[in-house]
């Protein structure tokens, strides 16, 4: 039996993890597609790993895609499926199926229907799959759906979500508005400026997978405001009391049926002694809550990937959601061995 | 579309719960089976609904399985295979599907290997299925097991289980030896007469859906004696300063694989301030730690069977464990239109 072949789209902090677990599980990486600043480096460098995996970045997709026989594409480039939207549509034609850890991939229906419909279109008529993963897959959507298998009447949804932008580096913080006047982000966050969060395809998804239909989503985001002098690694200084560190997001989607979702975003540069916290609550009879201890997030998205390979490829064709897959699970073999 | 018509299998505690859930999701009950002493009865009367449900309940289970035609039995009558044989074979054998509560039925390959493989071939011949589910089913197996999905290198599965067996009436607190004399249950312990912890099947449960296999299971039984006086509602006495107030039951289950799998059930009667506890550690990288907080039994209990029942009912024919059947979740809709 052959080896799973992958492509590493997209080189930053979540792809070199994702190459670091493939080097692991021994699966085969025929290319690497990164920007200018990597060009022609050795991917295995790049990821730090003690080896040199004899894959060169090249910043031609279409050159990688051409010139490789690949079986999948772990593509991690930006949140929105516009901007993915050309980086999706190159791999399907080119015959590769695709997990990506954009956020809104995750479930574009409601949010992006027509370039969604356009890309599964695409994937169906090459035969191939995509699907957006990662850390959401199991805590985001799949963990709290199943639970709601043991509600007796399900009457909403509620999640939250904290953690530490300052670990993603500056544009990250920038985009939440850390280290900026308060003021200012005040005024932006009135002309509509927030960030979508997370929650909202993360909702969708669950609404989808339970046959619901969404009759209204809302979100209202909150600077989060320093009552102390924090240090952000990620900006090079420090900001001050009275700084934003980052925003509250909070998400409502209701639903036709009456059942209601909720999720409370919280992004910023911790304090100290401020920990992730990753919460869901089923609302109803019985109330359930489910806490998991932080999963660092960079090993959490890596491994819910590559867990994923054989899954994808087995997929038939177009767009597939992750509750449409099958449960997660844990590869114990050769991840080629749990290939139809 | 018809409605799902269902058989109440057993009318204790937990038979009771599930005729509430039912009638309250609108499911045809169409035949009762229960102990001498409430033959005759209506099943709404001895269920405390507020209404009868003109289903009298009869101890001649042939009789009724013979005299309705139902889709699926959900019988909640003892813990063994050995002991459920002849109902799961009476029920199979009229062609009609099985969900039960009985713990060895969750995963009974191991452990009853015979009379499972006599009841899957019963199965089989007749077009119908049977499965092991209720509480175990999420928050014991699929939870569990859906977590190592987020695995990068799975070392072992572990997980805690505390519960009230005062909650359960006088033959659970006596089955645990709840009450009697230290040193006489130390005496039965050595000799080997502790209860199978329910963790066996569980985690054999786990191991099969992981595609691992047994190399060896034990388990270790102790005595949780009383550091002073404890109220026992179910015994109607108090159980005294160095009496036994039930068990801990230690689980290791060890896989050729190399990974383990381990279980503490502490059954034993509550002093006050104590609380149902389930907690899974998934160990390895990264280990993870999920808590619930305690879902009362009773509820989980009825409302997995009863969220369950499309599952059953489309499945082919065999026995099927909850980890083939799909992923748990709430039906918002009438149970029928979820049939295939």
């Given at each position: 039996m052959s080896k799973i072949r992958t492509i590493v789209y997209g080189v930053g902090a979540t792809g070199q993890n994702v190459t670091r677990h493939l080097a692991e599980r021994g699966v085969d990486i025929v290319g690497a597609i990164g920007r200018v600043e990597n060009v022609g480096a050795d991917l295995g460098t790049v990821a730090e790993l003690d080896r040199e995996l004899n894959v060169e970045i090249n910043d031609d997709a279409d050159d990688v895609l051409e010139n490789t026989e690949a079986d999948v594409a772990i593509v991690s480039i930006a949140s929105t499926l516009e901007e993915m939207y050309p980086h999706l549509k190159r791999c399907l034609e080119a015959g590769v199926n695709v997990i990506t850890t954009s956020e809104e991939t995750l479930y574009p229906w409601y949010t992006s229907p027509d370039l969604a419909g356009r890309l599964d279109r695409i994937a169906i008529e090459n035969d191939v799959t995509f699907t957006g993963g990662g850390y959401q897959d199991i805590f985001e959507v799949n963990l709290p759906v199943m639970l709601t298998g043991a509600s007796r009447k399900l009457d909403g949804v509620d999640g939250t979500n904290r953690y530490n932008i300052d670990d993603y580096g500056p544009a990250v913080v920038e985009y939440f508005f850390?280290?900026?006047?308060r003021d200012d982000v005040e005024e932006k966050l009135e002309r509509g400026g927030a960030p979508e969060s997370l929650f909202r395809t993360t909702l969708e998804a669950q609404i989808a997978e339970l046959g619901l239909s969404e009759a209204d989503a809302s979100q209202k985001a909150t600077p989060i405001v320093a009552d102390r002098a924090v240090e952000s690694e990620a900006l090079g200084r420090t900001i001050q009391e009275g700084e934003v560190l980052g925003l509250e997001i909070d998400v409502t989607i209701e639903t036709h049926e009456g059942i209601t979702f909720t999720g409370t975003e919280i992004a910023k540069v911790y304090d100290t002694e401020e920990e992730d916290r990753n919460e869901w609550v089923i609302e109803g009879t019985p109330e359930m809550h489910v806490v998991d201890q932080p999963t660092p997030v960079e090993v959490g998205t890596s491994t819910q990937i590559v867990n994923r390979l054989p899954d994808i490829i087995n997929y038939e064709s177009g767009f597939v959601s992750v509750t449409e897959l099958p449960r997660p699970k844990y590869r114990v073999g050769p991840l080629e061995t749990y290939l139809d």
């Open positions: 850390g280290g900026k006047d």
